[in-house]
């Protein structure tokens, strides 16, 4: 229970493309909201999309049009789908749940998982 573990980082050059994933336990993926957060260096970490059990999503405004939040009920995995990607998307990049819904600040977050790197070179 609360266990998330992500995969799917890389080195990327501009424009390109990424996905991330995030494996949950069935318990959490089912009850918890879920959401992607990224913390480049010297920054404060920042949410970039989420997603609740009915599939309503929200995303960050310097992603919107170019990251897709998904999930997959059957496999209790969460995805991140980056296109068109810019040296600023370099961070890394955090799943995370949380049981209180989809507007709650970082730190009402219940779980994370233990971050995957991103870096997109121009």
């Known amino acids: 229970q609360g266990q998330l573990v992500e995969s799917g980082g890389g080195s990327v050059q501009a424009g390109g493309s990424l996905r991330l994933s995030c494996a949950a336990s069935?318990?959490?993926?089912?009850?918890?909201?879920m959401g992607w957060f990224r913390q480049a260096p010297g920054k404060e970490r920042e949410g970039v999309a989420t997603i609740d059990n009915d599939g309503n999503t929200n995303y960050a405004n310097s992603v919107k049009g170019r990251f897709t939040i998904s999930q997959d009920t059957a496999k209790n995995t969460l995805y991140l789908q980056m296109n068109s990607l810019k040296s600023e998307d370099t961070a890394m990049y955090y799943c995370?749940?949380?049981?209180?819904?989809?507007?709650?600040?970082?730190?009402?977050?219940?779980?994370w998982g233990q971050g995957t790197q991103v870096t997109v070179s121009s």
């Open positions: 069935e318990y959490t993926y089912s009850r918890y909201c």
């Open positions: 995370a749940a949380v049981s209180r819904g989809c507007y709650s600040d970082q730190p009402d977050y219940n779980y």
